[in-house]
T-cell receptor
Framework: AQKVTQAQTEISVVEKEDVTLDCVYE???????LFWYKQPPSGELVFLIR??????QNEISGRYSWNFQKSTSSFNFTITASQVVDSAVYFC??????????????FGKGTKLSVKP | DSGVTQTPKHLITATGQRVTLRCSPR?????VYWYQQSLDQGLQFLIQ???????AKGNILERFSAQQFPDLHSELNLSSLELGDSALYFC???????????????FGPGTRLTVL
């Protein structure tokens, strides 16, 4: 069965600290995609990154970086030098190309990140 | 701004009533997805339409239905509303959405439904 686990319910850091949000997934598909979305206090869901199962290269975008490890079924997200504007709920999601979810997103429960000034 | 629009932004209604939520996908996107976000269930997929046809169903109640029109906008109809239906309803769109493809889904701002 497909599943996404975000074990950290809430994280609180002080501005400029680095923070890593964990995501562990389960799937039987060999072709799948992983996503991160951000939900700021205003409520919308903002797309951050999409990764396919064949591309294990880490990605960096400004202060954001993602570490994909198939061996441990993890897709972790690191924010470097956090800022107050990073305060949000972050969701990790899985989508299978041919499996039960057929392209629909299976979300983790989310990690609420609070960055204090 | 994702390019996906949803109306209304907020909706307050009573138990037993029926409401319609509307979604317009990004220009060029053929697939529309509906998700429900509640405190106890988290974000759950409800239903997907691709170019006017139902493509996949998730945890959607029989009291809920949806459709996608020729201009590709979609409506989610919720009837016989219960207190537990209070939630944030998101619409998302993607370019394709057929088996074997997984395009990025871009989400609208959501409709917050409150059932009193």
């Amino acid at each position: 069965a497909q599943k996404v686990t975000q074990a950290q319910t809430e994280i609180s850091v002080v501005e400029k600290e680095d923070v890593t949000l964990d995501c562990v997934y389960e799937t039987r598909d060999t072709t799948y995609y992983l996503f991160w979305y951000k939900q700021p206090p205003s409520g919308e869901l903002v797309f951050l990154i999409r990764r396919n199962s064949f591309d294990e290269q880490n990605e960096i975008s400004g202060r954001y970086s993602w570490n994909f490890q198939k061996s441990t079924s993890s897709f972790n997200f690191t924010i470097t030098a956090s800022q107050v504007v990073d305060s949000a709920v972050y969701f990790c999601a899985l989508s299978e190309s041919y499996g039960g979810s057929q392209g629909n997103l299976i979300f983790g429960k989310g990690t609420k990140l609070s960055v204090k000034p | 701004d994702s390019g996906v629009t949803q109306t209304p932004k907020h909706l307050i209604t009573a138990t037993g009533q029926r409401v319609t939520l509307r979604c317009s996908p990004r220009s060029g996107d053929l697939s529309v997805y509906w998700y429900q976000q509640s405190l106890d269930q988290g974000l759950q997929f409800l239903i997907q339409y691709y170019n006017g046809e139902e493509r996949a169903k998730g945890n959607i109640l029989e009291r809920f239905s949806a459709q996608q029109f020729p201009d590709l906008h979609s409506e989610l109809n919720l009837s016989s509303l219960e207190l537990g239906d209070s939630a944030l309803y998101f619409c998302a769109s993607s370019v394709r959405g057929t088996s074997g493809s997984t395009d990025t889904q871009y989400f609208g701002p959501g409709t917050r439904l409150t059932v009193l």
